[in-house]
C-alpha cells in the first residue's frame, strides 16, 4: 500500500513538473502578462506553427497581437485552445482575450466584447483549374460547396438558398475534397484562400468577394472595459498610421475593403516576405525533404507522447480506485449504496465521454466550480472510466467463491480484512486483462481532451497535417507512436498476470 | 466445571423454512463429538451457527464464556461483534478446504496471526512450520493449494485454523470431497488433537470414524437433535427408530 502511494506521488510529481510553465523568474518591473487565445488548427495564416521551425508559433495576427501588446505595455503570452471552444475559454479565464479570425457577428457579439475590426475581408470563390468559371453566389445554386463549420461563410451560403453546403473543420480538408471532386467549389475567408488555394496549382481563384467579414478581437463580456478601451484606441492608431498595413502587406492580405476603411491608397508598404516563406516551407519536396521534415517533427511527438501517457496513466489511476470502491459498494456495500453506484454507473456510461469533458471544464464554472484543464481532463477520463471498471471489478469479486470470504471470516478476520487479503488479491488476477484492454482504449479516448486546450498526440497529428498538407505521412508516423506506447503496458500487463497467477496451475510451483 | 460449549433452544430458518427447531446440547472440553444425521438435517447449519457464519433466529450459543444471545423478532446486528469475540476460541474446518489458492501453504497458515493478531512476521513463519510439521507437511510449506492433494490439503486447512490457537475446532464434513485413500490421513490428524485435548465438534457421514473416535453422537434429524448417545451404544442399540433407520445401512 505504502508502495502504491509512493508511485502515485511520483507521478502526480512528474506531471506536475512537466506541466508546470516554466518558472516564472521575470525580473522586478517586467511588463504584466497579457495571454492571449487562439487556435493553433487555425493554421496559416492566423496563428500557426512556423512549417519551417515547429517550435515557432508565427501568424499575421501573432505579429498584430505583439505591436498591439507592445503599445499597451503588455507581455504577450499566447494560450492554445481548440477553434470552437475559444469564447468559452474566455469565461473560466483560460486567457485575457480572443485574436484568431473570430468574426464581429450579432451571436459573437452576444456572447463577448468585441474590439473595433482590426481586419476587414471577404469569402473567396475557389474552383478546380479549368473548370467554368463562377461569378458571385447566384452562380453557386444547386452546386456542392465546402466551407469551415460555424464560420460567417456556412451562414451567408446557407442563407442564400438552393446551395448544398459541406462544412468542415480544416480547411485543407475542404481544398482537398474539392480537388477529388467531392465538392464544386469552396467559399473560405480570404486569407485561408490565399495561403491553401493560391498555391495549388490545382486550384483557383474565380468570381467576386463575396460578402463582408470583420475580425475583431474578444473579450469575456463585460468583464475588461478599460482594456477593450485601450485596444481599441491602440488599434485606431496601428490601422491610422500604417503599422496594420505593414503587417497584411507582408503576410500578402492587404484587401481593397482595408483601403477603404482607412483611407490607405498606397498599394504596397511591404514585400510578401512572411507568405513567400510559407509557400516555400509547405511547398511539396522529395521524399529526402520529407523525410528531414518528419525528424523536426519527432521532438513534438515526442513531448505530445509525453503528455498522452501523463494524462492517460493519471487518469488509469484514478479509474481503477475509483471503479475498486464502486464495485466494492455495488458488491458488499448493502441496499443503499449499492444503489448510488449503480445510478452512477448507468449514467457515466449512458452518456458520451466528449459530453462529460466539455461539461466538467466549461459547464461546472457556472456553478463556480473552476478547474485547470489538465486536472478537468483527468477527472473526466477517470471519472468515466472508473464506471467500466467498477463492473470489471464487481465481476472479478463476483467469480471469487464465497467459500473463500467464509474461510476468512471463520478466522476470524473481518469482513475489510477478508476482503483485502482474500477476495480482492484473487480477483485482481481475474480482472488484469479487461483492465489492459481497457487502458489501451483510454489512451485512445485521452484525444478527447484536446478539445479542452490540452495539446496530445492526435492534436500534434492534427496540428502538423494541416500545416503540412500531410495526413499519410504523419498519420503513419502518429499510429506508430500510439502502438508504441501501448506496448510496454501491455507487457506489463501480462508480467502481473503472470505474477498474480502464481499458484493457480498445477504446473507452477 | 462449567461445559466449554453450550447450546440452547437454537432456532433458524432459510426463506421460511424452518432447518433447526429449538436445539440444544452442551459439550464438556476436551470432547470430540460427532453430529451425524441425513442430508438437510441441519447439521451444518448447526455447526455454522456455533460460530456465526449463520445469524441465529433466536437462542443462546455460549463458547468459552462467550455468548451470543438473540430473543425471537430481535435485530441481527449487535450480533455480529459478538461472533467476532467469539470466534477467538473457535477454528473451523470446512468441506471444500478453502485454502488461498494464490499462496503458498505456509502464508496461508501465517495469514490469519499476521492480519488478526498483529504476529512478527518471523514468529507467525515459526508457529506455521510447527503446525504444517504436526500435521505431517513439513516439506510441502513452500508449495501452492493446488499441487497438494486433497489429504494434504484439509491437513493444510487445519494447521491454518490451529494457528489462531483455538479451543474449540468445528469440522464441516472434512472428509467428504476427499478420496477414500486419503481419509485416514486426515482423520489420524483430528485424533491426535484430542489426545492433546483439543474440544473437536464435527460434521460427518464416516461413521467409522464417529464410532472410533467421539467420546459421544449427537444424532439430528429435521432440525431437531433425536438422540444423543455414546458412541458404542448409538451403534448397537439405536434408541429412537429414526436413528436406527439412519444407521441400518452402516450396521
Known sequence: ?509 | MQPIVQVEDVHKSFDKTPILKGVSFKIEEGDLVSLIGPSGCGKSTLLRCLNGLEVLDSGRVEICGVAMERKPSTPAGPLADVAHKLRRNVGMVFQSFNLLPHKTLIQNVMLAPRVVKGTARDEAAGLAEKLLKKVGLGEQVDRYPLNLSGGQQQRGAIARALAMAPKVMLYDEPTSALDPIVVDEVLDVMKELDREGMTQIVVTHEMRFARDASDYIVFMDKGEIIEISDEDEIFQNPRDPRTRQFLHRFL
Open chain 1, 1 to 509: 500500500m505504502t508502495r502504491l502511494a509512493l508511485i502515485v506521488v511520483l507521478l502526480i510529481w512528474s506531471v506536475a513538473t512537466a506541466f508546470a510553465q516554466p518558472a516564472q523568474t521575470t525580473p522586478a518591473g517586467a511588463l504584466p502578462q497579457l495571454r492571449y487565445g487562439g487556435a493553433l488548427s487555425s493554421g496559416a495564416p492566423y496563428t500557426f506553427r512556423d512549417p519551417g521551425d515547429p517550435n515557432k508559433i508565427i501568424g499575421f495576427e501573432v505579429d498584430i497581437m505583439n505591436t498591439l501588446a507592445e503599445r499597451l505595455g503588455y507581455r504577450p503570452v499566447f494560450v492554445n485552445n481548440d477553434w470552437a471552444s475559444l469564447i468559452p475559454g474566455l469565461d473560466t479565464g483560460l486567457y485575457d482575450l480572443v485574436i484568431n479570425g473570430l468574426e464581429i457577428t450579432s451571436a459573437h457579439q452576444a456572447a463577448a466584447d468585441f474590439s473595433i475590426p482590426y481586419y476587414i475581408t471577404f469569402g473567396q470563390i475557389v474552383i478546380r483549374r479549368g473548370d467554368p468559371p463562377l461569378d458571385n453566389l447566384a452562380a453557386l445554386k444547386g452546386k456542392r460547396v465546402g466551407t469551415l463549420q460555424a464560420s460567417q461563410m456556412e451562414y451567408v451560403l446557407r442563407a442564400a438558398g438552393n446551395i448544398d453546403v459541406r462544412v468542415y473543420d480544416e480547411e485543407i480538408d475542404v481544398y482537398s475534397d474539392l480537388k477529388l471532386g467531392r465538392n464544386d467549389a469552396s467559399v473560405m475567408d480570404f486569407p485561408i484562400a490565399v495561403y491553401y488555394a493560391k498555391p495549388d496549382r490545382a486550384l483557383e481563384f474565380t468570381g467576386d468577394p463575396i460578402g463582408r467579414i470583420e475580425y475583431g478581437i474578444a473579450l469575456k463580456k463585460g468583464a475588461h472595459p478599460d482594456l477593450l478601451a485601450n485596444i481599441n484606441s491602440a488599434l485606431s492608431t496601428m490601422l491610422a498610421d500604417g503599422t496594420m498595413h505593414r503587417i497584411l502587406d507582408r503576410w500578402a492580405l492587404w484587401t481593397q475593403m482595408m483601403a477603404q476603411a482607412t483611407g490607405d491608397a498606397r498599394s504596397m508598404l511591404a514585400q510578401p516576405i512572411d507568405y513567400d516563406r510559407f509557400v516555400e516551407a509547405t511547398e511539396p519536396t522529395t521524399w529526402r525533404g520529407q523525410l528531414e521534415r518528419y525528424m523536426r517533427f519527432l521532438p513534438q511527438l515526442g513531448w505530445a507522447a509525453v503528455a498522452t501517457v501523463q494524462i492517460s496513466v493519471l487518469s488509469m489511476v484514478l479509474a481503477v480506485a475509483f471503479g475498486v470502491v464502486l464495485a466494492l459498494c455495488r458488491v458488499y456495500g448493502g441496499v443503499v449504496l449499492d444503489r448510488i453506484a449503480q445510478v452512477y454507473i448507468e449514467a457515466i456510461r449512458g452518456t458520451p465521454l466528449l459530453i462529460q469533458l466539455l461539461f466538467i471544464y466549461y459547464g461546472l464554472p457556472k456553478i463556480g466550480l473552476q478547474l485547470d484543464p489538465y486536472v478537468a481532463g483527468v477527472l473526466a477520463l477517470g471519472l468515466n472510466y472508473a464506471a467500466y471498471e467498477a463492473e470489471n471489478y464487481r465481476a472479478g469479486l463476483l467469480a471469487i467463491p464465497r467459500h473463500q470470504m467464509e474461510a476468512a471470516i471463520a478466522l476470524n478476520m473481518t469482513e475489510r480484512q477478508s476482503l483485502r487479503y482474500v477476495v480482492i488479491p484473487q480477483a485482481a488476477r481475474i480482472v488484469v486483462p479487461p483492465t489492459t484492454n481497457d487502458f489501451i482504449s483510454l489512451l485512445k479516448d485521452s484525444s478527447l481532451v484536446s478539445v479542452i486546450s490540452l495539446v496530445e498526440l492526435t492534436k500534434t497529428y492534427e496540428l502538423l497535417s494541416t500545416t503540412y498538407y500531410d495526413y499519410f505521412g504523419t498519420g503513419l508516423l502518429v499510429g506508430a507512436i500510439y502502438l508504441l506506447l501501448g506496448l510496454p503496458f501491455v507487457r506489463l500487463a501480462r508480467w502481473a498476470e503472470r505474477h498474480l497467477s502464481r499458484g493457480m496451475t498445477r504446473a507452477s510451483s
